[in-house]
């Protein structure tokens, strides 16, 4: 059974930082891209960043860009989105998701991930 785990959610003041984790069992990951998706409360789910299975190349929200960085560890058992200078637009459910099709070119689209975690919640306020 495949798992993906999200955590370090938390309430950040404007400007501060967080980083999220999402742990991956069940399954070899290394095959496959993993993104970051999020969803604010009235809002539909939207991509925040993605890398590709080789770990090398990601993509980015233009709402994210320059202050989110997404990376994954050498075993490509986890990945991570560090999340700098972070705005209160930035507050929402943030989901953690895998590609469906191993060796795939990235996608912003929520249909072409087949696994998601339960979902970190993000709170910027001061």
């Known amino acids: 059974q495949v798992q993906l785990v999200e955590s370090g959610g938390g309430l950040v003041q404007p400007g501060g930082s967080l980083r999220l984790s999402c742990a991956a069992s069940?399954?070899?990951?290394?095959?496959?891209?993993m993104g970051w998706f999020r969803q604010a409360p009235g809002k539909e789910r939207e991509f925040v960043a993605t890398?590709?299975?080789?770990?090398?190349?990601?993509i980015y929200a233009d709402s994210v860009k320059g202050r989110f960085i997404i990376f994954r560890d050498s075993d490509k058992i986890a990945v991570y989105l560090q999340m700098n200078s972070l705005k209160p637009e930035d507050t929402a459910v943030y989901y953690c998701?895998?590609?469906?099709?191993?060796?795939?070119?990235?996608?912003?689209?929520?249909?072409?991930?087949?696994?998601w975690g339960q979902g970190t919640q993000v709170t910027v306020s001061s």
């Open positions: 998701a895998k590609d469906r099709d191993p060796y795939s070119d990235f996608s912003r689209i929520p249909r072409d991930y087949d696994y």
């Open positions: 069940g399954r070899t990951f290394s095959s496959y891209g």
């Open positions: 890398i590709r299975w080789s770990g090398g190349d990601t």
